[in-house]
């Protein structure tokens, strides 16, 4: 199964932007990357998704490597409630299967 | 409109016991996933349903079943429970079609709290 590789945590000031990496090196050219986060005791929560373009929502940006094989999650001012755990995943479709191979996900830590 | 419910929210079994956890999808969506998260760890991905049948399923022995019913809710069952299953089980839905699985968005559940004793 893709991969997916992320910094264990990180940490950012509030109101400053916030750019998580992932590498994702065996990515194949169906594979959507897509990234969750998650709260403590709460199920993961949709953030963003894309194939090859950047792309822009109300939540984040997703800047998409030429190559595929690396992707950058980028908020653009964090706030205390953006402090979770971001996974970075790639949709794999195999036959009609479109399961999520989660990683063990990047803990961000936003400082006041 | 509502989210993806699942329920019970918590629960206790004894090893041995088996176990039934319900989920609802968001109205429209006819594919349902199950995941299983342990403490500390992603989730790991169980089962796929689309329109009744199962589409996939992950490393898992065969004490893990499931089911879709015709309105599309599912039912994810372990039996012989285990110590290690103490978990959060996660059931996702999503709009999907053959042409277009790997580019929707899966919304997930809120989860059920399966502890073993």
């Known amino acids: 199964d893709a991969k997916t590789t992320q910094p264990n945590s990180m940490e950012s000031n509030e109101e400053e932007p916030v750019h998580l990496p992932c590498n994702h090196s065996?990515?194949?050219?169906?594979?959507?990357i897509h990234w969750y986060r998650q709260l403590p005791s709460q199920g993961p929560e949709y953030v963003i998704h894309g194939l090859t373009s950047n792309v822009n929502n109300r939540m984040a940006s997703l800047a998409i490597a030429e190559d595929r094989k690396s992707s950058t999650l980028i908020l653009h001012r964090a706030t205390l409630r953006d402090a979770a755990v971001y996974y970075c995943?790639?949709?794999?479709?195999?036959?009609?299967?479109?399961?999520?191979?989660f990683g063990q996900g990047t803990t961000l830590q936003v400082k006041p | 409109d509502a989210g993806v419910t699942q329920s019970p929210t918590h629960l206790i079994k004894t090893r041995g016991q088996q176990v039934t956890l319900r989920c609802s999808p968001i109205s429209g969506h006819k594919s349902v996933s199950w995941y299983q998260q342990v403490l500390g760890q992603g989730p790991q991905f169980i089962f796929q349903y689309y329109e009744k049948e199962e589409r996939g399923r992950g490393n898992f022995p065969d004490r893990f079943s499931a089911r879709q019913f015709p309105n599309y809710s599912s039912e994810l069952n372990v039996n012989a429970l285990l110590l290690g299953d103490s978990a959060l089980y996660l059931c996702?839905?999503?709009?999907?079609?053959?042409?277009?699985?790997?580019?929707?968005?899966?919304?997930f559940g809120e989860g059920s709290w399966l502890t073993v004793v």
């Open positions: 996702a839905s999503s709009l999907e079609g053959v042409e277009t699985v790997s580019g929707n968005t899966i919304y």
């Open positions: 995943i790639l949709r794999v479709t195999s036959g009609n299967t479109g399961k999520l191979i």
């Open positions: 065996t990515i194949s050219g169906t594979d959507y």
